[in-house]
């Protein structure tokens, strides 16, 4: 069923085989339950960790892996396949709080926190939306007033992945003052622990999907941050946001690529064994053409997705690239997994098969990172500005 599509070279099979080992033997006894119990196990991070799976695309300078992006994107199918929640934790790991310190943060920075992170020591976390702020995240409200050397931030900060475990928080707040509002241009980037005074962790999300990736409110009230926790330049924070995006959505691809990957290996043996009218239900057109559909639009997601991954190596402008492969990618997995429900029956719509689970968790990947609504936007926007 594995579909060929990019020529991928020894280095990168052979990661993509370690992945595949570990989910299929770390990950897969565990993710029934995880998904059950809407549990997060901070011990396979761990593991991942060792791996190098959370500096995949740090160089080995700063103690990561230091694979290109389709390298990391095909490790990440692979553990998508299997659970989708592992794979955001990835995902917004590797893609965005550990890029952002990469390419904005400071020597000493990158030293205190992009070193253990990459070395899977710290995880890490990244908190744009507020609740008043989600496709308009330029709208966000939380507010950073200097005090000396310090900042004090104030604020809730919402659907944070990875938010109860989440180490190093890239967190966007405002820097302009209520009397000069500079909109995108006055938003900045804070290097945030848990650590530090007025930080706390609150409401945990009840989600449909993803249940073994916590989703959280963070409140800011009168939080300290020391001046070095300042990423790159004041009123920068939202562009750096922005750019980093760009990776995250390839992620949020991979992630939608692996799920309509599992929900069709899943149905295609289901309808082998599952008989009906005396045959097995492979037999009827109707199977065969969803099946055949599912298949044809999962291999046109995973190639879009690798060609963008691979203009954004040879460090092509991805913007448009991005959001392509991310919409496509998720709707697909929408529209496959819901076609994988069909496939099963009754015995799509129960707990018993992992096709519910699947059905559940691709919806948040037309959802985060960008709607598809904003996607659609920006993928229009982006034929106009070039
Ligand atoms: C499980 C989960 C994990 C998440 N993880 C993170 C995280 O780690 N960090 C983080 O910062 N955020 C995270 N998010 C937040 C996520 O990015 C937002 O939910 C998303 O951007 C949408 O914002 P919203 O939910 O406020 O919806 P809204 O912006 O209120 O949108 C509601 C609806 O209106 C549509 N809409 C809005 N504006 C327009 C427009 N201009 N044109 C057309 N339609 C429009 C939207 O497409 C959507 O259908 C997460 C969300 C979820 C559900």
Redesign the pocket.
């Known amino acids: 069923m594995a579909w060929a599509l990019t020529p991928l070279t020894e280095e990168q099979r052979s990661i993509q085989a370690v992945a595949r080992e570990f989910a299929a033997t770390e990950i897969a006894p565990h993710t029934e339950e995880w998904d059950r119990e809407s549990y997060f196990d901070p011990a396979i991070v761990g593991k991942l960790g060792e791996l190098g799976f959370l500096g995949m695309m740090i160089p080995e300078q700063y103690d990561g892996l230091g694979v290109d992006t389709l390298t990391y994107l095909v490790a990440l199918e692979e553990i998508a396949t299997v659970d989708a929640s592992i794979a ?1 934790t990835l995902s ?1 790991h590797n893609s ?1 709080p550990t890029q952002m310190l990469l390419k904005w943060g400071t020597e000493a920075q990158k030293e205190r926190f992009l070193k253990p992170m990459a070395r899977g020591e710290l995880l890490g ?13 330029a709208s966000l409200t939380t507010q950073a007033v200097r005090d000396g050397n310090d900042w004090i931030l104030n604020g809730t ?7 109860t475990k989440g180490e190093v928080i890239l967190a ?1 707040a405002r820097t302009d003052s209520p009397e000069d509002r500079r909109g995108a241009r006055g938003i900045s980037a804070f290097i945030v622990t848990p650590d530090l005074p007025g930080f706390s962790v609150g409401k945990k ?1 009840d ?1 449909m ?2 249940r073994a ?1 916590p ?1 959280v409110q963070l409140h800011f009230s009168d939080m300290r941050v020391p001046g070095d926790r300042l990423l790159g330049q004041a009123g920068s924070g939202f562009i750096y ?1 922005m750019q980093s995006l760009d990776n995250g959505r390839l992620g949020i691809a991979a992630q939608a690529v692996g799920i309509a990957e599992a929900a069709l290996r899943h149905s295609a043996a289901y309808a082998a064994e599952r008989k009906q009218f005396g045959k097995p239900i492979k037999e009827f057109q109707a199977i065969q053409f969803k099946l055949a559909d599912m298949a044809s639009r999962g291999a046109a997601s995973r190639a879009l997705l690798h060609a963008a991954a691979t203009a954004k190596d040879r460090g092509e402008h991805i913007t448009q690239f991005s959001s392509m492969a991310k919409l496509l990618a998720s709707e697909t997995a929408m529209w496959v997994t819901t076609q994988a429900v069909q496939i099963f029956g009754g015995y799509g719509y129960v707990k018993d098969y992992p096709v519910e689970r699947l059905f559940r968790d691709a919806k ?1 990947t037309e ?8 996607q ?2 920006v993928i229009a926007r982006e034929l106009y500005s070039r």
């Open positions: 955001v917004v965005l976390a990244f908190a744009l939306s507020e609740p008043d702020a989600g496709s308009d995240a900060k919402a659907w944070v992945s990875s938010g966007m999300e989600k999907g993803l990736s989703t946001a948040v959802i985060y990172e960008g709607t598809s609504e904003i659609r936007i």
